[in-house]
């Protein structure tokens, strides 16, 4: 379904060329990388991941993965590696100027009960 708006602030919601990490993949300063790893979430949805979100995003206070899973004492435990190669290749997603986020991610984090 396609979504115009934001699902966590409501906000229009752009597109953008983006990387496969859903965490970073549509910050400009975040280039193609040599290598992703795509996780299966509890919820059995797909994240992909570059190697600079899993350490900063994931096992950070305060980052993402302790938002996501505050119960966890890692919280990247929480996430299934998928051993299959991700395509490393730009890709187009909607994109929330206001949340600075893609929309893969914040369709994950709306449905996680998080607000962004
Ligand atoms: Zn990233
Ligand atoms: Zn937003």
Redesign the pocket.
């Known amino acids: 379904m396609a979504a115009a708006q ?1 699902p ?2 409501f ?1 229009p919601l752009e597109i953008r060329t983006v990387t496969p990490c859903l965490v970073c993949g549509a910050n400009d300063e975040h280039p193609l990388m040599a290598k992703y790893q795509a996780f299966r979430l509890p919820n059995e949805e797909l994240i992909v991941l570059c190697k600079g979100c899993q350490l900063e995003e994931f096992m950070v206070p305060g980052g993402w993965g302790f938002q996501m899973f505050p119960e966890e004492q890692f919280p990247l435990d929480a996430l299934s590696p998928i051993p299959e190669q991700v395509a490393i290749e730009p890709a187009t997603d909607k994109y ?1 100027p ?2 600075k986020l893609r929309y893969s991610f ?1 369709k994950i984090l709306a449905e996680s009960g998080i607000s ?1």
């Open positions: 934001c966590v602030c906000t929330c206001e949340c914040l962004g």
